[in-house]
């Protein structure tokens, strides 16, 4: 499907900007330069009427995004938290593409529970309401289990929205090797890169089997996680195209004025959404990768209640460790730790000055210091950002994608429950713990533990392999040299060391 056809939506999704008066507003919000501005107005005017209507009553932006299509949308969603990147009030009006967006019908909804579980729904429940929640994947109804009266959730993708999908993320390929070939300085964006990762992202969220799996891994890690809840999985009663799970009652995030009104602390539960996130990153490795408001609610006692898992983030051990140092050494100053890690990781070219990168990382970081949140503008902090990263070389590291986008959305989240928020005073604890327990020597112990563990895999086969290399070499009748014996010596010390780590260790 990715082809010349695409170039008609490119166009279109143009027209539908200026057409639903969306082009003039979503400019101003980026600060685009006067340029730009001029461009988009002359490129846009005359093909308007190419547009999508949309639905008048929205605002524009909220309009054109709603008209284009769910891949649209989602970015939306993400726009909607950082109301310090798009102002108060687009960020307000964006707000309803999270969880408030036209449902399709009940029947439509009842018909794909009957079409995946093989029973009809009024057979299933006794209680089948109208679409709670509908946001650009699927939606949501309150339902009632007939044989035992449990309330329950039952989530149902939009119809169509697979090929819908599909032809959204066809265009922004083209849009991204527009961007290889037009703008050679952004290759180091790896932008097919990107949008491959986002495909990959997407396809995972259309098949509720997988995102039931990872409500239940998710359960299983933070199952001992204070003030922290998630819904229970119906697995008997959830399939690709529907999902049932137990009903949680609470505050939706949005709704910062009910949640004072209920006598919750806004300021702590917005460090808190803060914490939890970077302690699912950097203890677990699995995180919630779309916790914008719609997905999150406070319950009764001020609890954290987190729901949507069909997009998850996982990073590795040894990436969690990068990332904590990165953030500690923000944390406490240390910019020339910070430069090392970012070269040891080969996050940056080896050829470049690290005095030079400890600089420039030191003049993103010294603004947020001592600064009021609400008086810091994030959108030229990472437009200066975007500028420090082009000029040392720095590639897009696909497999961070999440965490970043994750990390953006969670602190727009807490900024509007907490304006004054101080990202690195909340951060700290949690970053600190996690470095005292997985970087020192206790982690070596354990990695030379885990290492230990993996050598005696080929125990047994030691013995035969250094008989073969001695064979080997009294075959050849050569004279010994260091580098013959070199894998002899090898296997010999690996045997050696695996013996030493088990009893340094208590194995």
Known sequence: MRGPHNIWRLIRTGATFERAGAMRVALKAFDAPPGLRIAARILGWPFQWLG????????????????????????????????????????????????????????????????????????????????????????????????????????????????????????????????ELLAPGARRLR?????????????????LRLEASAAGEFAANTAQDDQFELPKVKWDLSSRRAMTLGWMDGISLSEVDRIR??????????????????????????FHADMHQGNLRVGPSGQIIA??????????????????????????????????????????????????????????GEPIFGMDASRISMAHLLAYLFEVTERF??????????????????????????????????????VERYIRQNVGPAALLRDLAATARVLTKFGPKLPMLAEAALARQLHNDV?????????????????????????????
Do not use: C
Not at 148 to 175: C, H, M, N, S, W
Not at 276 to 283: D, E, Q
């Open 261 to 286: 009104a209920a006598g919750i602390d806004t300021e702590d539960l917005g460090n808190r959404v803060l914490q939890i996130f970077l302690n699912h990153a950097l203890r677990d490795g699995y």
């Open 52 to 179: 999508v209507r949309g639905d008048p009553s929205m605002p524009p932006v909220t309009r054109a995004l709603t008209a284009l299509g769910p891949a649209y949308i989602k970015f939306g969603q993400i726009m909607s938290t950082r109301p310090d990147v798009v102002g108060d009030e687009l960020a307000e009006q964006l707000k309803v593409l999270q969880d408030k967006l036209p449902p399709f019908s009940t029947a439509e909804a009842k018909r794909a529970v009957l079409a995946e579980l093989g029973i009809p729904a009024d057979e299933l429940f006794s209680e089948f309401s109208d679409a709670v929640a509908a946001a650009s994947i699927a939606q949501v109804h309150k339902a009632t289990l007939a044989d035992t009266g449990e309330v329950v959730a039952v989530k149902v993708l939009r119809p169509g929205i697979e090929r819908a999908f599909q032809k959204d993320i066809d265009a922004f390929y083209l849009i991204a090797r527009f961007v």
């Open 307 to 364: 729901l949507d898992f069909g997009i998850m983030g996982r990073i590795d051990e040894y990436t969690r460790r990068v990332y904590a140092e990165i953030l500690i050494g923000f944390i406490r100053k240390d910019y020339r730790r910070v430069a090392e890690v970012h070269f040891e990781a080969g996050y940056v070219p080896a050829d470049r000055d690290i005095d030079e990168f400890a600089q420039a990382l030191r003049s993103v």
């Open 479 to 507: 004279a010994p040299t260091p580098r013959s014996h070199a894998w002899v010596w090898a296997t010999l010390g690996a045997a050696f060391g695996v013996l030493v780590t088990l009893i340094a260790t208590g194995f």
């Open 191 to 207: 932008p097919m890169d990107v949008i491959q990762h986002f495909e990959g992202v997407v396809k995972g969220e259309l098949d």
């Open 393 to 430: 070389g720095m590639e897009t590291r696909t497999e961070l994608i999440l965490l970043q986008r994750t990390m953006v959305v969670v602190e727009g989240v807490a900024r509007s429950l907490n304006p004054h928020i101080n990202i690195w005073k909340v951060a700290q604890p949690v």
